[in-house]
């Protein structure tokens, strides 16, 4: 988890992963996205510890094998992910039967897309005031704003005092992009990143209700974070469910897996934030990410095209 948390404090990754979590699901298919996506973060991850930790060995087991998704420093695990909270399958195999209890071999990564259920993201500005809110991504594309209230927050994953950093109002009909442009989010993920915090640290979330004009008057002529008290019920990111948390669970069944329960995922996420092991994945970025699917074939190609360039003679001669 401390390789995950570095990993998602650097915008340079954190940014990258958020573009795949709706452009992978925009493009391709439940299973296929689910795969690509834990491809991704399997490529990113050990691109990070190649840079920051060459010594930490992140490895793939042999083709075929089951069981295990990825090993780091010979601890093997299971890589889950899930755009909402829902079951997940302990075992795709659906001849099994009379399957009651499961238990895990190895510790599950479960990276969650989003904050769940996404209504219940709460933003308490004071005793008197408390503002129900929804993050940005889940206003849903083309992303229009309607007249909401945008607040740019830092929310650390470890508990801290989360704060506001900004308060933008929007007109009926405007955008989120065009009220709240990419750079002034900006601002306040390089400030984060500048002062030894984490990117991921820094999300933004819209209302349906104003902010106080006294507090929108002091955070403008202050320019100074604001203390507030921020919650949602499961909050989106990335969890590790610890393999003595995954034994003897109870399951479920349908046409094509065993399942471990919705409750019983529930159960387990409170246990992994209650531990420390869970890194926030923030979404905002979906509002600037372009609409385009993955481009594959450009990164294959790249090889092929460096032999006919003048770099690639260069190197050969």
Not at 90 to 108: C, N, Q
Not at 220 to 242: E, H, K, N
């Amino acid at each position: 988890m401390s390789a995950v948390r570095g990993m998602l404090a650097r915008p340079d990754y954190l940014i990258p992963l958020t573009a795949a979590e709706r452009q992978f699901r925009d493009h391709y298919y439940g299973l296929n996205s689910a795969a690509l996506l834990e491809d991704l973060f399997f490529d990113a991850l050990g691109n990070y510890v190649r840079q920051v930790d060459p010594g930490s060995q992140l490895t793939r087991p042999p083709t075929g094998q089951k069981g295990w998704d990825y090993a780091f420093d010979g601890l093997q695990i299971s890589h889950k992910v899930s755009q909402s909270l829902s079951e997940i399958a302990a075992l795709w195999d659906a001849t099994k039967r009379g399957v009651e209890r499961w238990s895990f071999d190895d510790p599950i990564v479960y990276v969650l897309g989003s904050n769940t259920p996404s209504t219940s993201l709460l933003v308490e500005l004071d005793r008197a005031t408390s503002l129900k809110c929804r993050a940005v991504a889940d206003l849903g594309r083309p992303y229009v704003a309607n007249g909401k209230t945008l607040l740019v927050v830092r929310w650390p994953g470890d508990g801290s005092q989360p704060q506001l950093l900004d308060i933008v109002p929007t007109e009926t009909g405007q955008t989120v992009e065009d009220a709240l442009p990419f750079s002034r989010v900006w601002e306040h993920v390089a400030a984060n990143v500048a002062a030894g915090r984490g990117a991921d640290e820094v999300d933004v979330v819209a209302t349906s209700r104003g902010c106080p004009p006294l507090l929108v008057e002091t955070l403008r002529m202050d320019g100074l974070p604001v203390p507030i008290d921020l919650s949602a019920t499961f909050r989106g990111g990335v969890y590790l469910f610890p393999r003595e948390l995954l034994q003897d669970l109870s399951v479920t069944t349908n046409n094509r897996a065993i399942l471990i329960p919705k409750e019983t995922i529930k159960e387990l996420l409170s246990e992994a934030s209650i531990r420390g092991l869970f890194a926030p994945l923030p979404l905002w970025y979906w509002v600037y990410a372009q609409e385009r699917p993955p481009d594959m074939y450009s990164a294959q190609r790249a090889e092929y095209d460096t032999r006919f360039s003048a770099r690639g003679n260069i190197d050969r001669a």
